[in-house]
């Protein structure tokens, strides 16, 4: 999904950005098409008894920053 994404802000001219996400295959995306990110800004997640398997699950299986 990052390359559409990717691709419109490269059309626009962005070259730099700050990035709010806890994923970080999403800078490394971003980064491949040539678009330097200067700060990742995670998204803080309060953990309860309802999310706590699934914010659990992102951090373990896909890497994010929680």
């Not at 950005?17 to 309060?46: F, H």
């Not at 992102?58 to 890497?63: A, D, N, Q, S, Y």
């Amino acid at each position: 999904m990052v390359r559409i994404g990717a691709q419109i802000l490269s059309s626009l001219g962005i070259t730099k950005m700050k990035l709010l996400t806890n994923n970080p295959k999403k800078v490394i995306g971003l980064n491949s098409y040539g678009i330097d990110i200067v700060e990742q800004v995670p998204i803080i997640i309060e953990s309860n008894s309802k999310n706590k398997q699934y914010l659990e699950t992102k951090r373990t299986r896909l890497g994010h920053s929680l």
